[in-house]
């Protein structure tokens, strides 16, 4: 039987191409040491590796990867990592998963010295209900099948509110061009 995130990989694969260059070359240096926090199947880990000559570590609650990167499976709270280790932490539509993302998002800053979020924003009629069909199948575990059934999609002016509380400084914040119906934005944070 064929896994859901090989079946969808040429979906993520076109996806992290388009960010890797447009949308995160300002801010990752070639050689960086680069942390995918919910790395899923390990097809961003393996584009940022190659794409920016980084050293890369996935880590994810369960192991679904269909590449073969360095991978450390964690609880989803705690990141085993030293203070200051990795230049960037990458977290890409994982957040909004997850119960504690305000623990997660504190042991980002610890262990990285900018972190890049993808999060996908109920803002406007169309990203609502994008959000709430989210939502919807994947509560039926027909998306993401591995994660929990928690979302927790905020608006803007959410997370920077709980980015503030936790000490981050938004050091870019913009909407995704692709042109999709619903809202996705890029959040370059770093601390404070």
Known sequence: M??????????????????????????????????????????????????????????????????PVPFKLID???????????????????????????????EAKRVAKTIIIYEDIPEGFFSKLVCSIHIFFSSRNMLYPSVSNLHSFKTRQQWRDIFNSLGLSVISEKRMKRPFLFKQFQFVLQSK
């Open 2 to 67: 064929i896994s859901y995130y090989r079946f969808t990989s040429w979906i993520s694969e076109k996806f992290f191409k388009n960010i890797l260059k447009e949308e995160c070359e300002p801010f990752i240096k070639d050689g960086a040491r680069i942390i995918d926090i919910g790395c899923g199947s390990g097809t961003a880990a393996k584009l940022f590796k190659d794409f920016f000559k980084a050293e890369v570590m996935g880590v994810d609650v369960k192991d679904n990867r269909i590449y």
């Open 76 to 106: 989803g709270r705690n990141l085993p990592f030293n203070d200051s280790y990795f230049d960037i932490a990458l977290i890409i539509c994982v957040l909004h998963h997850i119960e504690d993302f305000q623990v997660l998002l504190g």
